[in-house]
């Protein structure tokens, strides 16, 4: 068979492997029972061509025999692992590329999230804010409105005290004609001179008082207008949260 090197490349062309999930095997195996189980060693050296060969002829090709089948089937089992290290590698590359996007993706929702949050609880509080300065202003509103009645009634009361005092006094008149003496008709002139200023009084009274109403309707407007206002800017808050 010529020299060592073709000897060598002779059986090495003549090694089969098999059994190749034992071969992928995770677990650690000898390399004796990956020789004898994985490749065709058995059969190679009890061939007949081996056994042909004189002994010491026969003992040195065995011996290549054995280590063509075990460093093809080693090499087989190394590359199946460094192709799977390669692999596993390349996913765990992936993995942790897949890990820093989600990772900044969910930095980015968590980010959106709380500037969400911020914008609703924020706004949700200008909306309190508002509603409660509505309320304040809308308390205000009848405050004055109250006032307002309150001044009117006294209006109509010195409306009708005026009444009464020309009704009183179209009476005295008419008693005074039928009066037959001065000193009760004095009393009497001095009770209508008394009456007469009080109806001064309350007419002085009732001119402050339209002065207050007046003002009082001023105020009025001018705090429906900024409830107005103030709902106007509710509206757009609620709209902006609900986008």
Known sequence: MGNNKDLFDYWFNKVEIFNIELVKSAEHLPTQQLRHECTNYDQLRFSQEVQALEAEEKDKVIVIIKYQCTARVLQVRAGYFREKASYLKEKSNQYKTEKEEINQQR???????????????????????????????????????????????????????????????????????????????????????????????????????SKQIATLEKENVKLKAENEKLRQQVEKLKQKSIK
Do not use: C, P
């Not at 308390?139 to 307002?148: G, I, S, V």
């Not at 009497?188 to 402050?208: N, S, Y």
């Open 107 to 209: 930095s980015k929702l968590l980010k959106l999230i709380k500037e969400l949050q911020e914008k609703l609880f924020g706004n949700g509080k200008v909306i309190k804010e508002l509603e409660t300065r509505i309320a304040l202003v809308e308390a205000e509103n009848e405050a004055l409105r109250a006032d307002a009645d309150k001044a009117n009634a006294y209006t109509e009361l010195l409306k009708e005290f005026g009444e009464l005092e020309k009704k009183y006094a179209d009476l005295q008149k008419h008693r005074e004609k039928l009066a037959k003496k001065n000193q009760s008709l004095g009393g009497r002139v001095a009770h209508t001179m008394r009456f007469q200023e009080q109806r001064d009084l309350a007419r002085a009274t009732v001119k402050e008082q």
